[in-house]
């Protein structure tokens, strides 16, 4: 599992169906939560989306991986 440039999770490799289901899982969950902050701020949930992956990616432990909006891996 990694995380993306906009906010959400991404399965990284072959996923497992309980993988598979913990990434949707996270994904709607954090997708809810980004539509409510973009409704209260009145600005596109891929703003929100882009503010919440800077803050993942400052507060993730080391190893994780994170997917770049070109498409490319690094990890931490």
Known sequence: MGERYD????VRGAPTSGISA???QVNADR???Y???????GV???AI?????????KSAPKGTWFLSESGQWTQK
Request: net charge negative.
């Open 7 to 10: 906010g959400y999770a991404v």
């Open 22 to 24: 913990l990434v949707e």
């Open 31 to 33: 997708r809810a939560l």
């Open 35 to 41: 539509a409510q902050r973009a409704a209260a701020d």
């Open 44 to 46: 596109p949930v891929e």
């Open 49 to 57: 989306g882009k503010i919440y992956a800077a803050e993942i990616i």
